[in-house]
C-alpha cells in the first residue's frame, strides 16, 4: 500500500504559492473542500486562479478568499448569491470566466484522463463560443474545449483510506471526482479517514492513484445554502 | 391568465410515462408537484441526482443532498448519485427525454436567451447551455411579457444567447407555441385570454390557423 496520508491540512497544503491556479470541488456549498479553503484564508496566498462552479457566498466556501482579495480570476459557471463576488467583478478587481456547468465538468476531466481538448455542442452560436476552434459533426455544430492545467485540485470527500481512496456522500460528489487527478497535486480531504481494508473496494468512487495527500478534515460546517422543507401532514 | 403554478400544471401535461425529465429553477421546479401519479418519471437534477424526492421534512435536511436550485431534497427508491461528469453525459448524450426551463427572451426561430443581462445581471448559464445544446425536447416555461409589459417572444433576442434554434415549445400565462420554420404557430390560449390579446403580446411572428383552443387544465 502506497500511503497518501498527511497529518494535517499545514502538510496536505505544502507549496502552494501566489499566482497558483486552484481547482475546487464543490457545487454551491455542498461537498467544498472546506479545510483547505480555511488553511489558504490562514496562509494568505494571493493571486489565485481558481476553478470551481460556484464562488461560495459573502462569509463561507470561496467567498472567504473573495473578501481577502486573494483570488484574481475565476472559471465558474454560476455566480449568483454572492455580493462580494458581484462587487468585485463589475469593479474590474476580479477577472472572471463564466463556462457551462457541462464544459466546466469535462475540461477537468480532460485534464484528468490525457484528452488535450474536447468538443461540446454546449455554448455553440452563444459569447461562449466567441474565439473558439468549432467543428461540424454529422451536420450539427461543435466547440473545442481545452483540457484546465491546474497546479492543486481541492477535493472533499465523505470517507477515505490512507491509500487515497475515496468515497463520496450524495450530491456532495459534484465535481470532486472530476477534478481528481486533473492538477499536478490532488489534495483530498475526508469526513472519515479509515483504517486501509476496512472500505470495499467495489464501492469506491475514485481509487487512490488519482489522490496525492489525503487528511482528516477537522472542522466541517457543512452549511445549507436553501433549507426547503415540506410539512408534515 | 394562468398564475406560475397554472403554467406549471399546463406543462405537466407534457410529462409521459417513462420520462427522464431536468427541471431547471423557477417555474420549471413546480412542474413535479403536477405530474399525474399513475405513471412513472425520474427527475434528474444536474448536480448529480436522478430520481429526485420532495423536499425533507423539517429536522430531516441533509446538506449533502440538494437539488441544482441549492434547495434540500429527499430520493425516491431507485435513486441514484453520480458526478458532475456524469450528469452531462446524461444530458448531452441525449439520455434524458425532457428538459423544461425558464428563459428572459424566445426568439421565433427558437433562440434562447436566459443567462445575462450585460451591465445589470451576471449569474451565469450554469448547465442551461449544456441543456439546451444537446436536449431534443425543450419546453420553455415563461410570462409572455416582463415586468415592463414588453413582449418575451421576439423576432430575434436582444440578449445574450444561451442557444441557438433549440426551443420547441413554450407554455406561457397566456398561451401554449410551437417554434415551427415560420415562427411562434399558435396552439393554445389560457382560459379567459382571447387570440388578440396573444397577438398584442407577441413581438414575433405568430401563426394563427383556424379556431384556438383553450387550454385544459
Known amino acids: 500500500m502506497i500511503s497518501k496520508k498527511v497529518a494535517n491540512v499545514q502538510d496536505a497544503l505544502q507549496g502552494v504559492s501566489d499566482n497558483m491556479t486552484f481547482m475546487f470541488g464543490g457545487f454551491g456549498l455542498s461537498g467544498i473542500p472546506e479545510n483547505a479553503i480555511a488553511e489558504l484564508v490562514r496562509l494568505g496566498v494571493k493571486g489565485l486562479k481558481c476553478i470551481s462552479n460556484n464562488a461560495g457566498v459573502d462569509d463561507f466556501g470561496l467567498g472567504l478568499l473573495l473578501q481577502g482579495k486573494q483570488i484574481d480570476k475565476m472559471t465558474s459557471s454560476y455566480v449568483g448569491e454572492n455580493d462580494e463576488f458581484e462587487r468585485q467583478m463589475l469593479s474590474g478587481e476580479l477577472e472572471v470566466e463564466l463556462i457551462p456547468q457541462g464544459t466546466l465538468a469535462e475540461r477537468c476531466r480532460a485534464a484528468q484522463s490525457g484528452f488535450p481538448a474536447v468538443y461540446t455542442p454546449a455554448g455553440y452560436g452563444t459569447e461562449v463560443a466567441e474565439g473558439k476552434e468549432t467543428r461540424e459533426f454529422d451536420g450539427k455544430m461543435y466547440v473545442l474545449e481545452y483540457a484546465f492545467k491546474a497546479d492543486f485540485a481541492f477535493v472533499k470527500a465523505w470517507k477515505g483510506d490512507e491509500a487515497g481512496n475515496l468515497v463520496f456522500k450524495g450530491t456532495a460528489r459534484n465535481f470532486n471526482p472530476n477534478m481528481c487527478g486533473a492538477a499536478k497535486i490532488t489534495v483530498a480531504e475526508v469526513e472519515e479517514l479509515v483504517p486501509v481494508g476496512s472500505l470495499d473496494p467495489n464501492q469506491i468512487h475514485i481509487p487512490g492513484i488519482f489522490v496525492q495527500r489525503i487528511f482528516h478534515g477537522e472542522r466541517y460546517e457543512k452549511r445549507i445554502e436553501q433549507r426547503t422543507v415540506r410539512q408534515r401532514d | ?217
Not at chain 2, 431507485?78 to 444530458?91: C, L, N, T, V, Y
Not at chain 2, 448547465?127 to 417572444?153: C, F, P
Open chain 2, 1 to 217: 391568465m394562468l398564475d406560475k403554478n397554472g403554467i406549471a400544471k399546463r406543462i405537466a401535461k407534457e410529462v409521459q410515462d417513462g420520462y427522464y425529465v431536468n427541471l431547471g429553477i423557477g417555474i420549471p421546479t413546480l412542474v413535479a408537484n403536477y405530474v399525474r401519479n399513475d405513471i412513472e418519471v425520474e427527475f434528474q437534477s444536474e448536480n448529480g441526482v436522478l430520481g429526485m424526492g420532495p423536499f425533507p421534512f423539517e429536522g430531516e435536511e441533509d446538506a449533502d443532498v440538494i437539488n441544482a436550485g441549492k434547495q434540500t431534497i429527499t430520493t425516491l427508491p431507485g435513486a441514484s448519485f453520480f458526478d458532475s461528469s456524469m450528469s452531462f453525459s446524461m444530458i448531452r448524450g441525449k439520455h434524458v427525454d425532457l428538459t423544461i426551463l425558464g428563459a428572459m427572451e424566445v426568439a421565433e426561430n427558437g433562440d434562447i436567451a436566459n443567462w445575462k443581462i450585460p451591465g445589470k445581471m451576471v449569474k451565469g448559464m450554469g448547465g442551461a447551455m449544456d441543456l439546451v445544446a444537446s436536449a431534443e425536447n425543450i419546453i420553455v416555461a415563461m410570462m409572455h411579457t416582463n415586468r415592463a409589459g414588453a413582449s418575451k417572444l421576439l423576432k430575434r433576442c436582444s440578449l445574450p444567447l444561451t442557444g441557438v434554434g433549440c426551443v420547441k415549445k413554450i407554455v406561457t400565462n397566456l398561451a401554449v407555441l410551437e417554434i415551427t420554420e415560420q415562427g411562434f404557430k399558435l396552439l393554445e390560449r389560457a382560459p379567459g385570454v382571447t387570440v388578440d390579446q396573444i397577438k398584442e403580446a407577441t413581438e414575433g411572428h405568430l401563426i394563427v390557423e383556424g379556431a384556438i383552443p383553450e387550454m385544459q387544465i
